[in-house]
C-alpha cells in the first residue's frame, strides 16, 4: 500500500516537472484558413493567418516570439494599392482581442445593447468590420495574448528590451518591418490603430517607424486614448 502511494507521488509531482523541461515556444510559424464574411450588406471571402513571428537581438537570436493575426481580402487585383490597417489595444498589458473581437474584425463577441456578453457565449459575424475597406493585422505585444519572451539559455529574460516606453516602441518598430517585407505590403497605404495606452504607443511607433525603419505611415487612429502625463526624457 505504501509503495502505490510513494508511485503515485511520484506520478503526481516528478513526471510532469521532466515534461515541463520539454515545452517550448514555436517562434515562427503561420496557420492560414479561409472564410466568408457580410459587411456593410457585401458577402465576400477572406483568408484569416495566425501565427508568431519573432524579434531577434542585435546577434540575430530570437528574445521573443509575438503571435499576431491578419486578415486579407481575397479576389484584391492589386494588393499594393489596399490598405494595410495595424491595430493595437491599450494596458500597456493587453493582447489585441478587443480591437479584433469587439470592433473592427470579421468576428464580433456575442453581446447586448449594453455591450455584455450573452448566452450562448461565442461570435457571429461582424456587419461593420472594417476588413471590406483595408487588410488588418492584429498585433500583440510581448507576454499579451500568446506572445512570450524567449529566455537566452541558462539566463533571465532582459525585461529591458520589452517593459517600457521606448523599449515597447523599439521591438515593435522593428517587428513590423519584418511583417511588412513578409507580407509584400511595403507599397500599401498603412494605417495604425492604438486603444487606450494603444493611442501612447501608436504615437511613438508613428515617428520610430519614420525614422528608424524608413516606413511612412499614411494616417494613425487613437481610439479613446489614456490620457498619460508622461516625462519625456530622451522619449518619443
Not at 516570439?65 to 484584391?76: F, P, S, W
Not at 491595430?87 to 456575442?110: C, D, E, K
Not at 461570435?123 to 468590420?129: A, R
Not at 525603419?213 to 519625456?232: C, E, F, H, T
Request: aromatic share 12%; hydrophobic share 35%.
Amino acid at each position: 500500500m505504501k509503495n502505490s502511494i510513494l508511485l503515485t507521488l511520484l506520478a503526481v509531482f516528478i513526471i510532469p516537472c521532466v515534461f515541463s523541461q520539454n515545452r517550448s515556444i514555436p517562434v515562427d510559424t503561420t496557420i492560414t484558413t479561409q472564410h466568408s464574411v457580410t459587411v456593410n450588406g457585401t458577402s465576400f471571402n477572406y483568408t484569416a493567418e495566425t501565427g508568431t513571428q519573432p524579434v531577434w537581438d542585435e546577434s540575430g537570436e530570437p528574445i521573443a516570439a509575438l503571435h499576431y493575426t491578419y486578415y486579407t481580402r481575397n479576389g484584391v487585383r492589386d494588393r499594393k494599392s489596399r490598405p494595410l490597417l495595424i491595430s493595437f489595444n491599450g494596458g500597456p498589458g493587453s493582447g489585441s482581442v478587443w480591437m479584433h473581437l469587439a470592433y473592427t474584425g470579421p468576428r464580433i463577441l456575442n453581446i447586448d445593447d449594453e455591450g455584455f456578453p450573452v448566452q450562448p457565449y461565442g461570435v457571429s459575424q461582424n456587419p461593420y468590420s472594417v476588413l471590406d475597406v483595408t487588410d488588418i493585422v492584429y498585433v500583440n505585444p510581448a507576454n499579451t495574448g500568446y506572445s512570450r519572451t524567449i529566455p537566452e539559455t541558462g539566463k533571465e529574460v532582459d525585461r529591458s528590451k520589452f517593459f517600457g516606453i521606448n523599449a515597447d516602441i523599439k521591438y515593435l518598430a522593428e517587428w513590423l518591418n519584418t511583417f511588412v517585407t513578409r507580407h509584400n505590403r511595403w507599397r500599401s497605404p498603412k494605417y495604425i490603430v492604438g486603444e487606450s495606452y494603444g493611442g501612447t504607443r501608436v504615437m511613438g511607433l508613428s515617428l520610430a517607424l519614420q525614422n528608424q525603419q524608413w516606413m511612412y505611415l499614411n494616417g494613425v487612429i487613437m481610439v479613446s486614448p489614456a490620457d498619460y502625463k508622461v516625462i519625456r526624457v530622451g522619449g518619443p
